[in-house]
């Protein structure tokens, strides 16, 4: 199973008969049509999950709903907040909310919490166990906030992380925000993350044009155990 960063939270993940890509924002060429999604993965034999954690226009770009004219074998799986935002219609996806879930012969999927909008999705396919945030985090902006709206931030993201671990104690792979534009202390929800789920790979994500700024978060994700494979030029991944 083969892991590749397209952008900002954007991944795919190429398996035995299938893929899956999640959070599609822009593709890794510099020029429409062009990269890493349109020339390969568009082209690979087997179904494409397409997955969207919710609307915002940095993790749902409703061009993916095009595709499906040329390739047939999609399954769009978006959060219902994309529907609700009619940012896509009824029947062009299989929406799901927290605490629904899809599975087939290839995968299964449940949805779970976020601390901002949509969920954050939970997949299990090869044997592997996979965690996509979403926006799920631990959004607590202390140089900016009262200390009451950060403790509230942190009661949110706590809550949303218990429910987590109550349905998985680990995993092989996290895909999760660490985004230094937070200021002080970007790190803390990616630190309380695997201090509380043992994660083997821990891939950060949402982190803009600043990925020199999240190496830091590499020591200390290694302390608990996890490989930290940060992969900041679009079209490059790692086996999983």
Known sequence: MRL??????????EADGFAILIDYFKDTGKSPGEGFVHEKLLNRAGTLYILASHFHPDHFNPEVLKWKTYKKDIVYIFSKDILKRRRAGKD?????KKGESYQDENLRIEAFGSTDSGISFLIDAEGKRLFHAGDLNNWHWKD???????????KNYLKELDDLAKATD???VAMFPVDPRIGTDFMRGAQQFVDRIRTKIFVPMHFWERPAEVEAFGPYAESRGCRYA???VPGEGTEV
């Open 170 to 172: 680990k995993l092989d």
């Open 92 to 96: 062009d996806a299989l929406y799901l």
């Open 144 to 154: 900016e906030s009262t200390p009451e709206e950060v403790a509230e931030a942190e």
């Open 4 to 13: 590749t960063y397209i952008y900002h939270s954007g991944f795919a993940i």
């Open 230 to 232: 940060l992969i900041s």
